[in-house]
């Protein structure tokens, strides 16, 4: 199936509709009458992970059809190497349970590892992010870029730490202390991407993270990158979507951050 730009960006639309719609039902859920259930350590699913999961299933099989689904429950099917809506319904879920206003939900539709349309909504802010292949991404309805930062001293990052996959804990917190002293401050918000949405809008210059799902980062991959920033893997790839790690920037710091990042995780 060919989608023109054109297509793309009329799915955005009503991707954000979609989102605002879902989001809203799930900010009226109260944190502390919600159930929770642990898939692995420290990995936390509720009620209402589930349930905005189905909801975004259903409708976003109404606006494409022929896509399949990765999306962080489990609902529905993926179309191997086709298009895929990739969904995390509530990126933050953490964050959500102890009653922490810091989550979203991320939708992001790709063929193959190629992102096509990103939107992440944060229904605490009322802010949606959104934006379609060489259509750029907005704020609410306004045109965002990344930063013009273009040195790591003068930069803010964001990061996260792996909760269930401490394979390379050693070596990440020595990435840690080291862009603590080469920055002007490293954030942890608990969502992925929210992280991503902030790049892409300037409020940031970068966000590294390894231990990552598709579902985390497709929307936001493709918000930056049409915001004008870069998405790549630790090495350089430039499949962030389905590999293990992942830095983003504003494309200006993107290289001093790299050598950094490449003392410490060698190719």
């Known amino acids: 199936m060919n989608l023109t730009d054109q297509d793309l960006e009329r799915i955005a639309r009503e991707v954000d509709q979609l989102s605002i719609e879902i989001g809203g039902w799930m900010k009226q859920q109260s944190a502390a009458d919600i159930s929770t259930e642990l898939k692995t350590f420290n990995n936390l699913v509720t009620y209402v992970d589930k349930e905005s999961e189905r909801r975004f299933v259903e409708g976003l099989h109404s606006i494409l059809p022929a896509a399949g689904f990765v999306a962080e429950e489990g609902t529905g099917e993926p179309v191997p190497g086709g298009l895929n809506w990739i969904i995390d319904p509530l990126d933050g879920t953490t964050n959500f349970v102890h009653g922490l206003n810091i989550w979203c939900t991320s939708i992001g539709l790709a063929r193959g590892s190629e992102p096509l349309v990103g939107v992440i909504y944060d229904p605490n802010a009322n802010e949606l992010f959104s934006g379609s292949r060489n259509r750029g991404a907005r704020l609410n309805e306004k045109n965002i870029r990344v930063s013009q930062v273009n040195t790591l001293s003068k930069s803010l990052l964001a990061t996260g730490f792996?909760?269930?996959?401490?394979?390379?804990?050693?070596?990440?917190?020595?990435?840690?202390?080291?862009?603590?002293?080469?920055?002007?401050?490293?954030?942890?918000?608990?969502?992925?991407?929210?992280?991503?949405?902030?790049?892409?809008?300037?409020?940031?210059?970068?966000?590294?993270?390894?231990?990552?799902?598709?579902?985390?980062?497709?929307?936001?991959?493709?918000?930056?990158?049409?915001?004008?920033?870069?998405?790549?893997?630790?090495?350089?790839?430039?499949?962030?979507?389905?590999?293990?790690?992942?830095?983003?920037?504003?494309?200006?710091?993107?290289?001093?951050?790299?050598?950094?990042?490449?003392?410490?995780?060698?190719?």
Do not use: K
Not at 182 to 203: E, H, K, P, Q, Y
């Open 162 to 267: 792996p909760y269930d996959d401490f394979g390379r804990e050693e070596q990440y917190f020595l990435l840690l202390r080291a862009l603590t002293h080469r920055t002007r401050g490293i954030r942890r918000l608990g969502s992925a991407a929210l992280d991503m949405a902030w790049v892409a809008c300037g409020r940031m210059e970068a966000f590294y993270e390894y231990g990552l799902n598709s579902w985390d980062v497709a929307a936001g991959t493709l918000l930056i990158r049409e915001a004008g920033g870069m998405s790549t893997t630790f090495n350089g790839g430039d499949d962030p979507i389905f590999g293990e790690d992942l830095i983003c920037s504003n494309g200006d710091v993107y290289e001093e951050l790299l050598e950094v990042i490449r003392t410490i995780f060698p190719l």
